[in-house]
Nanobody, 122 residues
Framework: QVQLVESGGGLVQAGGSLRLSCAAS????????MAWFRQASGKEREFVAT???????VYADSVKGRFTISRDNAKNTVYLQMNSLKPEDTAVYYC????????????????WGQGTQVTVSL
């Protein structure tokens, strides 16, 4: 059974940092695109960042320069380093893995984690 388990969320003050982790199990995700999405209360899920098979990265404009996505294939884990956090970054963050080409749309991803809450206070 494929599982993606996120961790690392929490409460942080504006300007602070958090690192999210997404541990995959049930199969190897070394050669698939993976991504982070987020969903704020009352809003639609939105793309945050993705990393391709070759470690090429793409970011949403709202997080560019502040967030970094990376992967450790030996650990079957993807990370999201979040710096200079703002209150508008508050959301549930989801990890996703693709059996296809990934991309920036949620329908490009097959597997999803349960989400981890990130709350940024003033």
């Amino acid at each position: 059974q494929v599982q993606l388990v996120e961790s690392g969320g929490g409460l942080v003050q504006a300007g602070g940092s958090l690192r999210l982790s997404c541990a995959a199990s049930g199969r190897t995700f070394t050669w698939v695109p993976m991504a982070w999405f987020r969903q704020a209360s009352g809003k639609e899920r939105e793309f945050v960042a993705t990393i391709s098979r070759s470690a090429t990265t793409v970011y949403a404009d709202s997080v560019k320069g502040r967030f970094t996505i990376s992967r450790d294939n030996a650990k079957n884990t993807v990370y999201l380093q979040m710096n200079s956090l703002k209150p508008e970054d508050t959301a549930v963050y989801y990890c996703a893995a693709s059996d296809g080409f990934g991309g920036t749309r949620s329908n490009g991803y097959t597997y999803w984690g349960q989400g981890t809450q990130v709350t940024v206070s003033l």
